[in-house]
T-cell receptor
Framework: DARVTQTPRDKVTEMGQEVTMRCQPI?????VFWYRQTMMQGLELLAY????????DSGMPKDRFSAEMPDATLATLKIQPSEPRDSAVYFC????????????FGPGTRLTVL | AQRVTQPEKLLSVFKGAPVELKCNYS??????LFWYVQYSRQRLQLLLR??SRESIKGFTADLNKGETSFHLKKPFAQEEDSAMYYC?????????????FGTGTRLKVLA
């Protein structure tokens, strides 16, 4: 049963520290999405990739967030420096990149910035 | 602008009562709409999509283009339906697609 995996599951860090979150999409999926989930905003799209190329990262604060796909099996989301307002659950999802295609979500990384 | 609106953050109903989770969208193209569900301590998963016209776990959703709505309905709520529900719109641009999610509605089914 193929699943999207994310590491770490939980991360507590201090303000100013660098945070790297990793995602392994389902093999064969060509689209990867990063979302942030908060109580107030719900699910916000931060960035997404198709065939490893970044298509849209307009949802990310550019000065501190960066997203990459160094290869087809790994997507990363980095925050440097982290701030308390970045505390949220970050989800990765993968799919086949077609309009009606289902997105498969990872378990999320719960980030707490103190 | 593309937008999905879920006006209720929390909806509480008693077991056996009908449920309707509201979703309205704003999109100039031909919309593809979905409902995703997140049960406690589980990952988000697809519940249903409008193109399938299916009923999953007793839930149905009809796309109403005139009212730009895609409300999720179930005639008789069960306790296991308690979860977070997200409405999503698939928006295409130059052959690529991104998903726009609403802010979610937490459904609590009371015994």
């Amino acid at each position: 049963d193929a699943r999207v995996t994310q590491t770490p599951r939980d991360k507590v860090t201090e303000m100013g520290q660098e945070v790297t979150m990793r995602c392994q999409p389902i093999l064969g999926h060509n689209t990867v999405f990063w979302y942030r989930q908060t109580m107030m905003q719900g699910l916000e799209l931060l960035a997404y990739f198709r065939n490893r190329a970044p298509l849209d990262d307009s949802g990310m604060p550019k000065d501190r967030f960066s997203a990459e796909m160094p290869d087809a099996t790994l997507a990363t989301l980095k925050i440097q420096p982290s701030e308390p307002r970045d505390s949220a659950v970050y989800f990765c999802a993968s799919g086949l990149g077609q309009g009606g295609a289902e997105q498969f979500f990872g378990p999320g990384t719960r980030l707490t910035v103190l | 602008a593309q937008r999905v609106t879920q006006p209720e953050k929390l909806l509480s109903v008693f077991k056996g009562a009908p449920v309707e989770l509201k979703c309205n969208y704003s999109y100039s193209g031909s919309p593809e709409l979905f409902w995703y569900v997140q049960y406690s301590r589980q990952r988000l998963q697809l519940l249903l999509r409008h193109i399938s016209r299916e009923s999953i776990k007793g839930f149905t959703a009809d796309l109403n283009k005139g009212e730009t709505s895609f409300h999720l309905k179930k005639p008789f709520a069960q306790e296991e339906d308690s979860a977070m529900y997200y409405c999503a719109l698939s928006a295409g641009l130059s052959g690529t697609y991104k998903y726009i999610f609403g802010t979610g509605t937490r459904l609590k089914v009371l015994a």
